[in-house]
């Protein structure tokens, strides 16, 4: 049987991980890759002596050779030069050999990244949907990631080499060419260099408007024949054009701060140039030779200002692609820091009042059928069983609590990421909790917890004082059959061929009477069904009941138990609206405590408080609380609202 639709917040594509600094990462990466990182250098180095070559055999030519009326041996100097281009070829090699040392395993390591993302992800959340942007991840996304590293570590090498090569040849011409050309460079790359993080920032900003924007466009398409049919093209338009706006303010604030980019390759790339002719007259008087003016020349045209060029240019693009497609990729496997205790904490303590069950502590007769309230007293321990844990932090004046959970971490699995973690809740006697979140968050494992079905890894959970699961052997004596302590309806609801007086009574330590019966068949409205059926007394035959009948027998069934805890686990879900709010009214009326597994809102605002669960976060107020402080809650009830609308 289908569940009924709920959803859970959209949110963008795959944003990137809170605390996830790529930046941080790849310094990390780049440490562990350094003797590929020490043979780049090398042939770097050996590849940065033709640019040095380059502008010095230029000068010599002119100042030995050609101007000195020395043709051949200006001829022998560019012969240098073209042979060191030459030479440079094996050393550039070399360069792509050490390269590859390097990028290759930053792929590998996204890869695998990705599939060990998505293969946990799928393992610890089965009911979410596939995480069909792995596939992008482990393939384009990966080979993005390294084809940009590979571009910016070669262009950035080049740049640095270049720049070495090109600077040395131009202190080795004459010392007073770095003084004319070092000023314009030095400008325009820290003016560069100024625009890097707000650039990257924007662009982070921009992609993230940019996904959320067609999460929302691809939700609304889905139902824009009901949009037209109803006229909702207004509240559409309301509901997207903030994202549309938010679109252009980043565009514009973009494009100006590419118009300063463009500046700084502008100053960085010209004015040395100009520099040099201005300052022609003033270096020649200083004894610079025309040799030494066009060498200057050279390595600014040839060598310089291209490599400076490339280099901005990649890092405008490259460089901010890679940062934006590293963020893709979830963090690396390192334990995730303990998430900030989410806490449940007890309703503020009713004013000091006389405690309605005096002899709380005393414990109920094993073997007589109490009095309804009497047996809704909190069970405490046999005299046989070792002494519970107190639960020391409760002053003395409150009532035991009738659950508690204390720093509970769960698991299926040792290698499963926690279901639950940290997790603190503390259920008053009486109380009515609605556990809601999404699909596969972990609200029947929590349920399954305070059933005592399942142990946490950490933490402590209580029931009416004593762990859920008490451990070791049965108290001698101690009478066989459900924990008395609570009640667990799970959806599917259990019927059996019997009476319908057996159905309602068998959760009970032993047969109720009547009057219990007939008040559970009143509160749940149940009379049309059981006079259909034939009495208390008649018969029932599980195949001729709908799921919300057999529900409903099951729901009396709890009403009808003296278990102080009652644990709904979507056990109304074959009702309709009206039926459940009457089954839920009855047993939250019912003295004891009730906690439901809710999948209507309406479900969750009729209890006491509502506990989210989303993730490893958890908050926990009433409805209205949540409402207004909780997006998730928001965006959880609207989805709900739209079904029961629907509905
Ligand atoms: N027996 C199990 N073994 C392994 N994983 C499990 C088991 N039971 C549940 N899980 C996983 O634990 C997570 C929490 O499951 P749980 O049933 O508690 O979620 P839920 O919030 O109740 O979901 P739903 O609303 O769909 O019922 C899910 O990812 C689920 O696949």
């Given at each position: 049987m289908p569940r009924p639709a709920r959803g859970h917040p959209p949110g963008p594509g795959h944003p990137p991980a809170p605390g996830h600094r790529p930046a941080a990462e790849a310094r990390r990466f780049l440490r562990g890759r350094r003797r590929a990182l020490v043979a780049l250098a090398g042939w770097s180095l050996a590849e940065s002596a033709h640019t040095f070559l380059g502008g010095y055999a230029v000068a010599r030519a002119l100042d030995d050779g050609f101007l000195a009326g020395a043709p051949w041996t200006g001829t022998g100097w560019l012969a240098a030069a073209a042979a060191a281009a030459l030479l440079g070829a094996p050393a550039l090699r070399g360069v792509f050999t050490g390269l590859a040392g390097v990028v290759e395993p930053l792929r590998d390591a996204l890869v695998r990244r990705a599939v060990d993302g998505a293969l946990s992800a799928a393992l610890t959340r089965p009911a979410r949907s596939a995480d069909t942007a792995a596939v992008s991840r482990v393939t384009q996304q990966a080979e993005l990631a390294r084809d940009s590293a590979a571009g910016l570590l070669l262009t950035a090498r080049a740049f640095v080499f270049t720049a070495l090569g090109a600077l040395v040849g131009l202190a080795a011409l004459a010392p007073a060419l770095l003084a004319v050309v070092l000023g314009p460079l030095l400008l325009g790359a820290a003016l560069f260099a100024a625009t890097l993080a707000p650039m990257a920032a924007l662009q982070r900003a921009w992609l993230d408007n940019d996904e959320a924007l067609s999460a929302r466009a691809g939700e609304l398409a889905g139902g824009l024949r009901d949009v037209a049919a109803c006229g909702a093209g207004p509240w559409m338009t309301a509901r997207t054009a903030g994202p549309v706006a938010e679109a252009e303010r980043l565009g514009i604030r973009l494009a100006r701060w590419a118009a300063l980019r463009t500046l700084a390759l502008g100053v960085a790339g010209r004015l040395p140039v100009v520099a040099l002719l201005v300052a022609a007259p003033w270096l020649l008087e200083r004894g610079v030779s025309a040799g030494a003016l066009a060498g200057a020349l050279t390595y600014l045209l040839q060598s310089l200002l291209p490599a400076l060029h490339t280099l901005m240019s990649a890092l405008g693009t490259a460089g901010t692609r890679l940062l934006v497609v590293l963020e893709r990729f979830p963090p690396s496997p390192v334990p995730p820091p303990?998430?900030?205790?989410p806490t449940c904490p007890p309703r503020p303590a009713p004013p000091a009042s006389p405690d309605p069950r005096p002899d709380a502590d005393a414990r109920p007769d094993a073997d007589a059928r109490p009095d309804p309230d009497a047996d809704l007293r909190p069970d405490t321990a046999p005299a046989s069983t070792p002494p519970p844990p107190t639960p020391s932090a409760a002053p003395p004046a409150r009532l035991v609590p009738a659950a508690e959970l204390r720093g509970v971490t769960f698991a299926y699995g040792p290698r499963a990421r926690p279901v639950l973690r940290d997790l603190d809740l503390v259920l008053e006697p009486g109380e009515h909790l609605a556990v809601v979140g999404p699909s596969g968050i972990g609200k029947s494992t929590l349920v399954a917890l305070l059933a005592g079905q399942v142990d946490p890894d950490r933490g402590t959970v209580l029931v009416a004082g004593r762990p859920a699961r008490p451990a070791g052997p049965r108290p001698a004596g101690a009478r066989p059959g459900?924990?008395?302590r609570r009640t667990l309806l799970p959806q599917q609801a259990y019927v059996f061929t019997g009476t319908v007086r057996e159905n309602l009574d068998h959760l009970g330590p032993g047969p109720a009477a009547d009057s219990r019966l007939r008040q559970a068949v009143e509160a749940l409205g149940l009379a049309a069904l059981v006079d259909r059926l034939g009495g208390l007394d008649a018969p029932v035959d599980p195949e001729r009941l709908s799921q919300g009948e057999r529900q409903q027998l099951a729901l009396a069934a709890a009403y009808v138990t003296p278990a102080p805890l009652l644990l709904l686990d979507e056990a109304t879900c074959h009702l309709d609206p009206r039926a459940e709010e009457r089954a839920e009214r009855a047993l939250a009326d019912r003295p004891g405590t009730l906690v439901v597994v809710a999948h209507r809102i309406s479900s969750a605002a009729r209890a006491d408080r509502v506990l989210l669960l989303d993730g490893t976060r958890a908050v926990c107020g009433t409805h209205e609380d949540l409402r207004r402080s909780s997006p998730a809650y928001r965006e959880l009830a609207g989805v709900w609202e739209a079904t029961e609308d629907d509905g």
């Open positions: 303990p998430a900030p205790a459900p924990d008395p």
